[in-house]
Nanobody, 120 residues
Framework: QVQLVESGGDFVQSGGSLRLSCAASGFAFSQFSMSWYRQPPGKERELVATITRAGASTTYADSVKGRFTISRDNAKKTVYLQMTSLKPEDTAVYYC?????????????WGQGTQVTVSS
């Protein structure tokens, strides 16, 4: 079955760095664009970064530009989010998202989330 398993969330001090990973299985990973979303406490889920199927193009939320980097390894079926210069406002549950077509039908998959907490 389809699985997206995030890892790498942790408690870190302001200014620190973390690398999140999302391991995918059960679908054609290289045919899906991949994104990271986050949901801060008491707030709506928001898009953080997206990477296209071959990794040629990336987009970022204004709040993380220059600090976060999304990448993917299609051979390992894994997407990453390198986070640097972390701020307390980056505290959130981070979710991996896959969006693509399977047999011409759009599919959207979500991981279970990983907690990132940044202390001031």
């Amino acid at each position: 079955q389809v699985q997206l398993v995030e890892s790498g969330g942790d408690f870190v001090q302001s200014g620190g760095s973390l690398r999140l990973s999302c391991a995918a299985s059960g679908f054609a990973f290289s045919q899906f664009s991949m994104s990271w979303y986050r949901q801060p406490p008491g707030k709506e889920r928001e898009l953080v970064a997206t990477i296209t199927r071959a990794g040629a193009s990336t987009t970022y939320a204004d709040s993380v530009k220059g600090r976060f980097t999304i990448s993917r390894d299609n051979a390992k079926k894994t997407v990453y989010l390198q986070m640097t210069s972390l701020k307390p406002e980056d505290t959130a549950v981070y979710y991996c998202n896959a969006d693509g077509l399977t047999y011409y039908i759009r599919r959207v998959y979500w991981g279970q989330g990983t907690q990132v907490t940044v202390s001031s």
